[in-house]
């Protein structure tokens, strides 16, 4: 079983920064890869940044070069500073999970289909 738990959410001014974090609880130790994704009203879900349980990553175009996303040396909280924001970027951001999965050898892990455990999300919103 795993929980997840997002937090760091907010309003901020375009080019500005926020960090997002993710509360997560295992039952068990296994390998995980831990993703960041985002939902706007009436959209589809998309995959923001991906990281594994090695340290390798992956990014979404739109965000490459503005966010990054990092986990602490205990692997219980996932991280996503997100830098010179756009107004674009306002969504839901959600935090995900899944057991096993590697960034490159399962493909970039930003799929919605690639996990099976998420959190509530966190409200970004970014005003111009």
């Known amino acids: ?23 997560a609880s ?22 923001v940044a991906a990281i594994d349980d090695d340290g390798d990553t992956s990014y979404a175009d739109s965000v490459k070069g503005r966010f990054t996303i990092s986990q602490d040396y205990t692997k219980t909280i996932l991280y996503l500073q997100m830098n010179s924001l756009k107004p674009e970027d306002t969504a ?6 899944q057991g096993g999965g590697g960034v490159g050898f399962d493909g970039d892990m930003l799929e919605t289909t690639d996990y099976s455990y998420w959190g509530q999300g966190t409200q970004v919103t970014v005003s111009s």
């Open 1 to 23: 079983q795993v929980q997840l738990v997002e937090s760091g959410g907010g309003s901020v001014q375009a080019g500005g920064s926020v960090r997002l974090s993710c509360a």
């Open 26 to 47: 295992y039952s068990g130790h296994r390998r995980f890869c831990m993703g960041w994704f985002r939902q706007v009203a009436g959209k589809e879900r998309e995959g």
């Open 92 to 97: 839901m951001y959600y935090c995900a999970a």
